[in-house]
């Protein structure tokens, strides 16, 4: 059974700095890896996703992620951060299950660009 | 591009009432699905149709069912609305269900049970 961790629930960091919301999996076989924004009162938005070659991959409005096979792990970075990327974050991990994929969202993280 | 859109945004229902959501998308994807979201909690997948007429249980269809009759529109119907049931349901779609695609997303059902 594969499972995706988001160790924190809230992350606050002011406008203009760098930020990294972390994401841990575990799962042996082969796997895809996707980071979606929320914001509030909307659906999720795909920022990314990762299945083989260069492990880091870029996404929109600046976003990245780099994949680590030795820390089972998915990190999305940005280099400076705006007020507007306020909202939650989930890291997805698909995976194939008895015959068919299933996408796994972990809980989220709450990213807070205080002015 | 296309959209996902839900009906209706809010949904006030009663204990033990029957509730249905519904969910169409114009993207032509052959891939729908019910997600559950609970405040603080990841998604969770409740139903998923890989096409017209198919329907597939995820990790929480118990209390729940739903019904693909076309290509476009995925409903879902809560059976018995209970009080912990209070939470935002998601309908997504995707070109096919083979693991690398991305899904597109509605913007959400609101369910508060009195």
């Known amino acids: 059974t594969q499972t995706v961790s988001q160790s924190d629930a809230h992350v606050t960091v002011f406008e203009g700095d760098s930020v990294e919301l972390r994401c841990n999996y575990s799962y042996g076989g082969s796997i895809y890896l996707s980071w979606y924004i929320q914001h509030h009162g909307h659906g999720l938005q795909f920022l990314l996703k990762?299945?083989?070659?260069?492990?880091v991959v870029q996404g929109v409005n600046g976003f990245e992620a780099e994949f680590s096979k030795s820390d089972s792990s998915f990190h999305l970075r940005k280099a400076s951060v705006h007020w507007s990327d306020s909202a939650v974050y989930f890291c997805a991990v698909s995976a194939a299950s008895s015959g068919s994929w299933q996408l796994i969202f972990g809980s989220g993280t709450q990213l807070t660009v205080m002015p | 591009g296309g959209i996902i859109t839900q009906t209706p945004k809010f949904l006030i229902g009663q204990e033990g009432q029957k509730l249905t959501l519904k969910c169409q998308q114009n993207?032509?994807?052959?891939?729908m699905y019910w997600y559950r979201q609970d405040s603080g909690k990841g998604l969770r997948l409740i139903y998923y149709s890989i096409t017209e007429n198919d329907l597939q249980k995820g990790d929480l269809s118990e209390g729940y069912d739903a019904s693909r009759e076309k290509k476009s529109s995925f409903s879902l119907t809560v059976t018995s609305a209970q009080k912990n049931e209070m939470a935002v349901f998601l309908c997504?779609?995707?070109?096919?269900?083979?693991?690398?695609?991305?899904?597109?997303f509605g913007s959400g059902t609101r369910l508060t049970v009195l």
């Open positions: 993207f032509n994807h052959d891939t």
């Open positions: 990762y299945y083989s070659g260069n492990p």
């Open positions: 997504a779609s995707s070109i096919d269900g083979l693991g690398a695609e991305t899904l597109y």
